[in-house]
């Protein structure tokens, strides 16, 4: 079935480590996205990338970065000067002529 | 740039009973419209959308549509809520210049007494 993959779904990490959330899709979309949620905030757009080899940032990408050497894939990593990385993190893409927006299950990681 | 407001953060109702969950937005032109469902510790699911044509869409569950452009609102609505219903809602607005992308609301969680 076509679709989006996270990994892993729960991860723990301590204060000053980094940490990398896998997303791959088998949906042959070119647009690809990283949402963080929070309770009552919504869903705030981290980096989105509409093409291989190029990404954006979005509204809260300090603390973050992104890669997309493949179509597949578009990993984010938390880095330590992320100040408040406990939340709820969704990967998304995109069709192309709609706009409509895939999710996958979504990645909590918890800082200890 | 477009914006969207959930004016309710959370609606209960009884099963059984109808439900609308309010949507507005803004945008400058003639807007993608979508409704997502996300129930605790997933992603979202698509429930409907609008593009253009018919402005009363269906979408799954029995969840229904209708966008009126005088209003700036898409409102959801469902007549006979199950509990299974119990869930967080988001509307939100795209756009055809892809330069601007799906902004969302903050939610409306639906709560459901038996």
């Known amino acids: 079935d076509g679709g989006i993959t996270q990994s892993p779904k729960y991860l723990f990490r301590k204060e000053g480590q980094n940490v990398t959330l896998s997303c791959e899709q088998n949906l042959n979309h070119d647009a690809m996205y990283w949402y963080r949620q929070d309770p009552g905030q919504g869903l705030r757009l981290i980096y989105y990338s509409q093409i291989v080899n190029d990404f954006q940032k979005g509204d809260i990408a300090e603390g973050y970065s992104v890669s997309r050497e493949k179509k597949e894939s578009f990993p984010l990593t938390v880095t330590s000067a992320q100040k408040n990385p406990t939340a709820f993190y969704l990967c998304a893409s995109s069709n192309e002529y709609t706009g409509e927006l895939f999710f996958g299950e979504g990645s909590r990681l918890t800082v200890l | 740039a477009q914006s969207v407001t959930q004016p309710d953060i959370h609606i209960t109702v009884s099963e059984g009973a109808s439900l609308e969950l309010r949507c507005n937005y803004s945008?400058?032109?003639?807007?993608?419209l979508f409704w997502y469902v996300q129930s605790p510790g997933q992603g979202l699911q698509l429930l409907l959308k609008?593009?253009?044509?018919?402005?009363l869409v269906q979408g799954i569950k029995g969840f229904e549509a209708e966008f009126k452009r005088s209003q700036s609102s898409f409102n959801l609505r469902k007549p006979s809520v199950h509990w299974s219903d119990a869930a967080e809602y988001f509307c939100?607005?795209?756009?055809?210049?892809?330069?601007?992308?799906?902004?969302f609301g903050k939610g409306t969680r639906l709560h459901i007494l038996p």
């Open positions: 945008y400058g032109a003639t807007p993608y």
């Open positions: 939100a607005v795209g756009a055809w210049n892809r330069d601007d992308k799906i902004i």
């Open positions: 609008y593009f253009s044509g018919d402005t």
